[in-house]
Structures are given as C-alpha cells and as structure tokens.
C-alpha cells in the first residue's frame, strides 16, 4: 500500500510542478493558434463575406448571357429546354436558379432553361370514326388547333370525321406537326345511303 501512497504522492507533485504548467500553457496556446489559422484559411478559401447578386438573365441569348456571367465571374450550366414559348426569342433564358436578385459567391454555377427554336412535333392521331366533337376535343387536348375551315365529303355519317387536312393537304395518321398547328377536319355530310 506504501508504493501506492508514493506514486499518487509524485503524481501530485508532478501536477504541482513547472515543468507539467508550461505543457498545459503551450498546448492550450497551440490549439488557439490552430483555430485562429484554420478560421482565417477557411474564410480566404471560401471566399466569406463576398457577394455577387444574379442578374436577370430572362429573355437573354446563351452568348449575352456567357459574356454577363464572365464579367461577375459566375458560371453557367444549361439544364432543360422546356416547352416552346412564342413570347421568348429562341433559345433564350426562360428560368434560372438562383433567381435574379439573389447573392451568390464567385464561380456559382446559375442553372438555365431555355426556349427551343419551335414547338415540339406531336403525332398526328387515328381520329377516323370519330365524332366531330371527339376529334376536336382530342386535337386540343394534345396541343393541336381546330381550324375552322371544314370540308364535307359524301358520307352516311354527318359530322363524322372522315379526315384531317393540314394548310390544305390532306394528313395521314402517324406523321407529326409541331404542337400549336391548325388543324381542318373532313366530316361527313351525313347524306349518303
């Protein structure tokens, strides 16, 4: 029990001595110096505190919008091109994220939509047979307009669809126009027998 006694007797004084206090003082000021260090590398390489705000990139063409970015130092990248709206010149800017007004850091990538050149092709349906009611309600429902200009053949149908004809050539099941073309209809007159 004696050697017990001693050795917590020379811990203690061990803990008591200068030598053991200079230790705790220079590690206590080494982890301070590496804190401070680590704090100022993160805030020089993360560039914290700048802010950059997005611009309106809305309606801007790809080389409008790539020589923008490159005087704020920002990056693009073009994610989707979404469905065709007339009111935006092609292939410009319809979305953006972050959006305009927003602060972002140096290199942020600014993802894009853009506007295709034309309203994408959509297959031109099997109506035959079918009402001019049905016909007209599917046409649309698939992004087609029902012109108005019709034209009755002979048949025991009246107002039976019996064809479509587009610019006044007459359309065969399975081709494509591009969504928002007018659309005429060949019904049946309903006076064969």
């Given at each position: 029990?004696?050697?017990?006694?001693?050795?917590?007797?020379?811990?203690?004084?061990?803990?008591?001595?200068?030598?053991?206090?200079?230790?705790?003082?220079?590690?206590?000021?080494?982890?301070?110096?590496?804190?401070?260090?680590?704090?100022?590398?993160?805030?020089?390489?993360?560039?914290?505190?700048?802010?950059?705000?997005?611009?309106?990139?809305?309606?801007?063409?790809?080389?409008?919008?790539?020589?923008?970015?490159?005087?704020?130092?920002?990056?693009?990248?073009?994610?989707?091109?979404?469905?065709?709206?007339?009111?935006?010149?092609?292939?410009?800017?319809?979305?953006?994220n972050p959006?305009?007004?927003?602060?972002?850091?140096?290199?942020?990538?600014?993802?894009?939509t853009l506007?295709?050149?034309?309203?994408?092709?959509?297959?031109?349906?099997?109506?035959?047979?079918?009402?001019?009611?049905?016909?007209?309600?599917h046409l649309?429902?698939?992004?087609?307009?029902?012109?108005?200009?019709?034209?009755?053949?002979?048949?025991?149908?009246?107002?039976?669809?019996?064809?479509?004809?587009?610019?006044?050539?007459?359309?065969?099941?399975?081709?494509?126009?591009?969504?928002?073309?007018?659309?005429?209809?060949?019904?049946?007159?309903?006076?064969?027998?």
């Amino acid at each position: 029990m004696s050697n017990f006694a001693e050795n917590l007797k020379g811990l203690f004084q061990f803990l008591k001595s200068k030598s053991f206090l200079k230790q705790i003082i220079f590690a206590v000021v080494g982890i301070l110096v590496f804190v401070f260090l680590l704090q100022w590398w993160l805030g020089v390489t993360t560039n914290h505190g700048q802010k950059i705000q997005v611009p309106n990139l809305h309606k801007m063409s790809l080389a409008d919008v790539q020589t923008k970015l490159n005087e704020l130092d920002l990056d693009y990248v073009v994610i989707d091109s979404a469905s065709y709206n007339p009111n935006y010149p092609n292939k410009s800017v319809l979305e953006q994220n972050p959006e305009p007004g927003d602060f972002v850091k140096e290199k942020r990538k600014i993802y894009l939509t853009l506007n295709p050149s034309k309203y994408r092709d959509v297959l031109i349906p099997d109506l035959n047979g079918r009402t001019q009611r049905q016909a007209t309600t599917h046409l649309r429902s698939i992004g087609f307009k029902v012109g108005t200009n019709i034209t009755y053949v002979r048949d025991i149908g009246k107002n039976v669809v019996r064809g479509l004809k587009y610019k006044g050539e007459k359309l065969e099941p399975g081709t494509s126009l591009p969504k928002q073309s007018t659309i005429d209809l060949i019904l049946g007159d309903g006076n064969a027998n």
